[in-house]
């Protein structure tokens, strides 16, 4: 049986960390879960979208995944995203995350080749296959991934009894309801696209992962408890400030990844850049990125 409560409250998505070469920086990997951790968020998701898993190595992602929970084992949830292009450097990850005690595996969709439903259910399940003891929750991001999660699919996939949730990054927060209403009380479904956190929790919502939340931890954690209390007037004020602060993260020429890292930077947090081909800072972003934090720590000082 899940424990749910393991799932329900805000879990930031991790970035990458790398040292003045662009190598993998296990230093700071440890620095920024430190980081997190003192911030008193629920829960990591390590080696996601936000992570760049698409361009490191297995060899690196285990590093990154071996790092976090030399830090965080036994003191926060952490959900391990282990889809790799093929079933087999998948399967390698997902034991090795077990092997490491993390609370759940995630896996997008088999990307570039589109895959019917079948060949979908196939790759997760082979996946989850090579973590027996591990929960697995399906990460449905249909604008990047290219296929969507549907119920039927969903259906095939809760025969598997370690499938024990949905990340969701579409954007209808109705699927957030298709998805619960399906999987039933216990079912965890956690929302994703971070402009419409409290939206997802008042569809129903287990918690969020998020890739803006470890720039502005104090809003979502706050908003989150709002939400949880029926304040939900204060929530949306906090809901607004998030979103002007990311359309400002988003204003740079640079990816929003290398404007968050610029952020923390400042807050004396160095983890680097950007790996290639993702656009790293340009002229002025380092003027938005500058001017995102105030409007951070305006909003922390505001409601937190
Ligand atoms: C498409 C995408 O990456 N979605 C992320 C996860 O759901 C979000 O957390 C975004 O990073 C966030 O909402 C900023 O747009
Ligand atoms: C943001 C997010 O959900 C990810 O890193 O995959």
Request: with cysteine.
């Given at each position: 049986m899940t424990d749910i409560k393991k799932y329900q409250g805000v879990i930031p998505a991790f970035y990458a960390c790398y040292d003045e070469k662009g190598e993998i920086s296990p230093e700071g990997v440890r620095m920024f879960t430190r980081h997190l951790i003192n911030k008193g968020v629920k829960g990591l998701y390590v080696g996601g979208s936000s992570g760049e898993c698409i361009y490191h190595s297995v060899a690196e992602r285990k590093l990154v995944l071996e790092n976090v929970m030399a830090e965080a084992k036994g003191c926060l949830t952490i959900i391990a995203h282990?889809?790799?292009?093929?079933t087999r450097d998948s399967r390698e990850l997902a034991a090795h995350a077990e092997s490491l005690g993390v609370d759940a595996i995630a896996s997008i969709p088999p990307i570039y080749f589109h895959l019917p439903p079948y060949g979908i259910a196939a790759y997760w399940n082979d996946i989850s296959a090579a973590a027996p003891n591990t929960d697995f929750i399906i990460y449905n991001i249909p604008q990047l991934a290219g296929v969507a999660l549907t119920i039927p699919l969903l259906r095939e996939m809760r025969k598997?009894?370690?499938?024990?949730g949905v990340k969701n990054s579409s954007m209808p927060t109705q699927d957030i309801q298709m998805w619960k209403d399906e999987g039933g009380e216990d079912f965890v479904v956690m929302n994703g696209p971070d402009e419409q956190f409290i939206s997802g929790l008042a569809m129903g919502a287990t918690g969020g992962i998020g890739g803006t939340y470890a720039v502005m931890p104090e809003l979502f954690l706050k908003a989150y408890e709002l939400m949880e209390a029926g304040e939900v007037a204060q929530a949306r004020a906090i809901q607004n400030d998030i979103c002007r602060i990311i359309y400002k993260l988003c204003?740079?020429?640079?990816n929003l990844y290398a404007v968050m890292k610029a952020v923390l930077r400042g807050k004396g947090l160095e983890l680097g850049g950007v790996r290639e081909p993702l656009p790293g800072l340009g002229e002025g972003d380092e003027d938005i990125a500058a001017q995102a934090s105030a409007m951070i720590d305006a909003a922390i000082a505001k409601y937190c």
């Amino acid at each position: 049986m899940t424990d749910i409560k393991k799932y329900q409250g805000v879990i930031p998505a991790f970035y990458a960390c790398y040292d003045e070469k662009g190598e993998i920086s296990p230093e700071g990997v440890r620095m920024f879960t430190r980081h997190l951790i003192n911030k008193g968020v629920k829960g990591l998701y390590v080696g996601g979208s936000s992570g760049e898993c698409i361009y490191h190595s297995v060899a690196e992602r285990k590093l990154v995944l071996e790092n976090v929970m030399a830090e965080a084992k036994g003191c926060l949830t952490i959900i391990a995203h282990v889809a790799c292009n093929s079933t087999r450097d998948s399967r390698e990850l997902a034991a090795h995350a077990e092997s490491l005690g993390v609370d759940a595996i995630a896996s997008i969709p088999p990307i570039y080749f589109h895959l019917p439903p079948y060949g979908i259910a196939a790759y997760w399940n082979d996946i989850s296959a090579a973590a027996p003891n591990t929960d697995f929750i399906i990460y449905n991001i249909p604008q990047l991934a290219g296929v969507a999660l549907t119920i039927p699919l969903l259906r095939e996939m809760r025969k598997n009894p370690r499938v024990i949730g949905v990340k969701n990054s579409s954007m209808p927060t109705q699927d957030i309801q298709m998805w619960k209403d399906e999987g039933g009380e216990d079912f965890v479904v956690m929302n994703g696209p971070d402009e419409q956190f409290i939206s997802g929790l008042a569809m129903g919502a287990t918690g969020g992962i998020g890739g803006t939340y470890a720039v502005m931890p104090e809003l979502f954690l706050k908003a989150y408890e709002l939400m949880e209390a029926g304040e939900v007037a204060q929530a949306r004020a906090i809901q607004n400030d998030i979103c002007r602060i990311i359309y400002k993260l988003c204003e740079a020429h640079g990816n929003l990844y290398a404007v968050m890292k610029a952020v923390l930077r400042g807050k004396g947090l160095e983890l680097g850049g950007v790996r290639e081909p993702l656009p790293g800072l340009g002229e002025g972003d380092e003027d938005i990125a500058a001017q995102a934090s105030a409007m951070i720590d305006a909003a922390i000082a505001k409601y937190c």
